[in-house]
């Protein structure tokens, strides 16, 4: 059985830094690619951030310069480094294999408000 848990949300003015973690049992991790996505309210889940297993990135045009992906193998957690925060961002965080398995985590709240 899966399980994926991922923390470190809050609320954050914007401009701020949040780091997201994600750690995963199962073989979710093994040598697959692995990403962060997110959903707004009202709007589908987006793919913001992928980490190949030899640590290849690639990010959305949205986050491009402002978020970082990275990953521990050995510990199977991802983590997603979050700075110059805008209230776009604001969303509902999951991570999961690139392309994603059917099972997902509850998800972390980044709300960006002042």
């Known amino acids: 059985q899966v399980q994926i848990v991922e923390s470190g949300g809050g609320l954050v003015q914007p401009g701020g830094s949040l780091r997201l973690s994600c750690t995963a049992s199962?073989?979710?991790?093994?040598?697959?690619?692995m990403g962060w996505y997110r959903q707004a309210p009202g709007k589908q889940r987006e793919l913001v951030a992928t980490?190949?297993?030899?640590?290849?990135?690639i990010y959305a045009d949205s986050v491009k310069g402002r978020f970082t992906i990275s990953r521990d193998n050995a510990k199977k957690t991802q983590y997603l480094q979050m700075n110059s925060l805008k209230p776009e961002d604001t969303a509902v965080y999951y991570c999961n294999r690139s392309p994603p398995q059917p099972d997902w985590g509850q998800g972390t709240q980044v709300t960006v408000s002042s």
């Open positions: 980490v190949t297993f030899g640590g290849g990135t």
């Open positions: 199962g073989s979710i991790f093994s040598i697959y690619s």
